[in-house]
């Protein structure tokens, strides 16, 4: 006999990265192994406060498409 399922839309669902990538993926390693925390304060001039792409700096709007 098959089996039906009736799909119920829920208003919200409960997704986990950590439970989406395996346990083994190179990237989980990589990120075990090397601190890439100074990146933050390295890159900030390039975002704005509410982390926008790029802050309005002239040498840089080149780089955006309008």
Known sequence: M?????FTPKLFYELSL???VP????Y?????????HFLYKAT???????MQ??????DLQHLVQI
């Open 28 to 36: 989980r390693k990589v990120n075990q192994y090397l601190d890439l």
């Open 44 to 50: 900030e001039k390039y975002y704005g406060s509410e």
């Open 23 to 26: 346990k083994e993926d190179f």
């Open 18 to 20: 950590d439970r989406l």
């Open 2 to 6: 098959q089996g039906r399922k009736d």
């Open 53 to 58: 792409r790029i802050k309005n700096d002239p």
